[in-house]
């Protein structure tokens, strides 16, 4: 149990708020202020959770876990909307268009995200993230040896997104 909630929560955040923002960014395909708005709502489920967190792995893992719940969750709640309103599955595109005069290099990785599955996206994050592989595989419950197999594909299907100048 830990002693001052509020003192640790505080530390929580100031340690891992750009983590976090940063993975949002990656789920909401660099939606800032989206991303700004779902990454309270990490830190709110943190803050509930806290006397709950038996710290059986690191509060780094933790976060990324609860963040990680709370993307896929809002995910799948914008895809309820949308497909109540349009009365259609959509389905991911196989491209996506990525200005040729784009010179952002990090707005292009946030587009070419876009086209990736939720589960691509969250790997291409954490990477970003420079997380370890033992940690990412731990987080999505994943052997190292099938994570290093989706790393690989990512990375051929970021250099077919991305054009090269």
């Known amino acids: 149990m830990i002693k001052d909630q509020k003192t640790y929560f505080g530390h929580l955040y100031k340690d891992y708020y750009r983590m976090?923002?940063?993975?949002?960014?990656?789920?909401?395909?660099?939606?800032?202020?989206?991303?700004?708005?779902?990454?309270?709502?990490?830190?709110?489920?943190?803050?509930?959770?806290?006397?709950?967190?038996?710290q059986?792995?690191?509060?780094?893992?933790?976060?990324?876990?609860?963040?990680?719940?709370?993307?896929?969750?809002?995910?799948?709640?914008?895809?309820l909307k949308s497909e109540k309103i349009s009365m259609a599955i959509r389905e991911q595109p196989d491209t996506v268009e990525i200005s040729s005069n784009e010179t952002d290099p990090i707005k292009a990785l946030y587009t070419a995200m876009a086209a990736l599955s939720e589960v691509d996206r969250l790997i291409t994050g954490?990477?970003?993230?420079?997380?370890?592989?033992a940690e990412i595989a731990s987080i999505l419950g994943i052997n190292e040896g099938n994570l290093r197999v989706k790393i690989h594909r990512i990375k051929i299907r970021l250099k077919k997104l991305i054009p090269n100048d």
Request: charged share 25%; with cysteine; aromatic share 10%.
């Open 20 to 54: 976090v923002f940063q993975l949002c960014m990656g789920f909401l395909k660099g939606d800032n202020d989206q991303a700004e708005d779902l990454t309270q709502e990490v830190f709110i489920q943190v803050w509930n959770n806290l006397g709950t967190f038996r």
């Open 56 to 79: 059986d792995s690191t509060p780094k893992t933790w976060i990324y876990r609860i963040s990680v719940n709370t993307c896929l969750n809002h995910l799948k709640k914008e895809k």
């Open 126 to 133: 954490m990477l970003l993230e420079e997380i370890p592989n």
